[in-house]
């Protein structure tokens, strides 16, 4: 018992640690960064508990939860993974570049690697249209679409070779927009996201009746990228329960 207290106690810390450098790392700005403390209560509230005789059910409920709970991390994350490295072929019709977040100062770190990515992948793909995708959430200076349009104008790349859909606000309207002006199904298409993020966002394009879409992973790495991992786990659960994927 001792030796499952300490884990727990272990664990909790752990998470409002990882809370506190991400915290500093992004200034506080992560989407749902309030899952580790509330984790980290989790666990040191368990830990505690060991000091109290509780119903031999309770105790096991709370194991066979954390069970499941595990498995179904790994499932998830194991989905997550498999997209981590994905490539297209050359010579693709369009380049969809889903939107992220658009700081004061320009673009966050997770929507300059999408970037770096457009731009490393230019020359397999010389004949491709640039879709930009995003649209403006309340706490941005300009959508994501435009700040994707004007990063990639100023890098060199001819505007008229960029198409803007400014009006999503997340990854399955992204790709919902994107169809809408693509004028076949069949048409070769590359959709450029975050490493994390590239396999929920093909099984969308999928859905969506993309059927010749392929993922190109911009490579993400750093202390959040744990973060994002698990906000993607957990997005995705969010969207198989919705029937979306």
């Known amino acids: 018992m ?25 200034r506080f ?23 109290i005789k509780l119903p031999p059910w309770v105790r096991w409920a709370w194991r066979g939860l954390l069970c499941l709970g595990l498995a179904a991390l790994i499932a998830l ?3 997550v993974i498999s997209g981590m490295h994905a490539t297209a072929p050359a010579n693709l019709d369009y380049l969809v570049v889903l939107g992220a977040r658009v700081n004061p100062e320009g673009p966050s770190p997770a929507l300059t690697r999408r970037l770096n990515a457009v731009m490393a992948c230019l020359d397999e793909h010389p004949n491709a249209v640039i879709i930009a995708t995003g649209g403006k959430g309340p706490d941005e200076p300009i959508s994501e679409a435009q700040c994707i349009h004007d990063e990639l104008v100023r890098r060199g790349v001819d505007p008229q070779r960029i198409w803007v859909e400014d009006q999503s606000a997340d990854t399955a309207e992204n790709i919902a927009n994107t ?8 048409a070769a298409i590359g959709i450029i ?53």
């Open 29 to 51: 700005g992560l989407s749902i960064s309030w899952i580790w403390p509330v984790l980290g209560a989790l666990f040191i509230a368990a830990g505690l508990s060991t000091l």
């Open 193 to 245: 996201t975050n490493n994390y993020h590239v396999w929920r966002s093909l099984r969308l394009a999928k859905r969506a009746g993309l059927v010749n879409a392929h993922g190109i992973a911009a490579e993400y790495t750093g202390p959040t990228l744990f973060h994002f991992m698990i906000r993607e786990a957990c997005s995705i659960s969010v969207a198989f329960l919705k029937g979306r994927l």
């Open 179 to 186: 169809k809408a002006l693509i004028d076949r199904d069949d």
């Open 77 to 79: 994350e194991s989905l």
């Open 2 to 26: 001792k030796i499952l207290r300490s884990l727990y106690l272990v664990l909790g810390a752990a998470c409002f640690i990882y809370f506190l450098v991400i915290g500093g790392y992004s």
